[in-house]
């Protein structure tokens, strides 16, 4: 079962190279694990983009001293392979993240067993998935969210029954806003939420201002405004996107580096999903509190 937090250890397993075919690159992934404890859930954790399985140690190091075992995968996007852009490739990227995550819950078990036997510590009918920015859509996908086309339409359901809840951290807001640049380059930049059904928390910061939208802060609930109920919204007034550096500490890409909103982002995390697995209710019931205490510096909704 998971632990406190309290002085547990995790252990760190990589590279574990996941089987695919038609991505020319092989999919390889990190497991962190806390170092003890049986019967434990899982997050597959989506980066955002240009990052790495190597990205975002204060936020999944939390997680496992939580007491869940995390998958991080390095997408094809990640800046170590050099697919910027104008790579004819980028424009498919988001979809092979989407293939990449499918193969992470259809092959859980043998990654599992080639992370020192993890998999006889795991449960696998408790997973869920994580993701931050272009991951938080990527994750939203696996979940019931959609893309629209060129032509309005919804496009093809890639929800995987695996997947029992989720996170979606600074998640893309619908298409209607975005700016010419993200038009031309980002056309999957266009999520349909009113198929997410799997139940969800979104977390947004309050001062995420997107360089890929002319909307304000608020763009970043559109996946919780607009997706099917139970869903839960955490909003961190001080917030902007990479939330105090969830993705790394000192990183270039962090604009309000803040330790404590780390440690907030991944407390929330962890909270709610020990909620939704039925483990443990008592730290989602503190965090609301701690909202209702903190005079709007973080708000909880839920539908």
Do not use: C
């Amino acid at each position: 079962m998971p632990t406190s937090q309290t002085d547990q250890h995790v252990i760190a397993v990589k590279p574990i190279t996941v089987p695919t075919s038609g991505r020319g690159i092989d999919l390889q992934v990190k497991v962190t694990a806390p170092s003890s404890g049986e019967v434990l859930p899982l997050i597959v954790f989506s980066h955002g983009n240009a990052w790495s399985m190597d990205g975002y140690e204060p936020l999944v190091d939390r997680l496992a001293a939580a007491g869940f075992i995390v998958v991080q995968p390095t997408h094809l996007d990640s800046r170590r392979h050099g697919i910027d852009f104008d790579d004819p490739r980028f424009g498919t990227i988001w979809r092979v993240r989407i293939t990449d995550l499918h193969a992470i819950l259809d092959n859980l078990g043998g990654i599992l067993r080639q992370a020192g036997g993890l998999d006889a510590r795991a449960n696998l009918d408790r997973v869920a998935v994580v993701g931050h920015s272009w991951g938080a859509q990527t994750v939203g996908s696996l979940l019931g969210a959609r893309v629209f086309d060129a032509d309005d339409n919804p496009g093809q359901d890639f929800s995987h029954s695996a997947a029992k809840t989720g996170v979606l951290i600074a998640a893309t807001g619908i298409g209607d806003s975005l700016t010419p640049f993200a038009l031309e380059h980002l056309s999957f930049m266009r999520p349909d939420y009113s198929t997410m059904a799997t139940p969800a928390l979104v977390i947004a910061g309050g001062k995420d201002q997107s360089a890929m939208s002319t909307r304000g802060p608020d763009w970043f609930t559109d996946a919780y405004h607009l997706s099917p109920a139970p869903k839960s919204l955490l909003t961190i007034a001080e917030g902007e996107h990479t939330l105090g550096g969830i993705a790394g500490e000192k990183v270039a890409e962090t604009t309000d580096e803040d330790t404590d909103r780390v440690a907030l982002v991944a407390d929330a995390v962890s909270a709610y999903l020990l909620d939704v697995f039925g483990l443990d209710q008592a730290p989602w019931a503190r965090l609301g509190e701690r909202a209702a205490a903190s005079n709007d510096s973080i708000r909880i909704g839920s539908k």
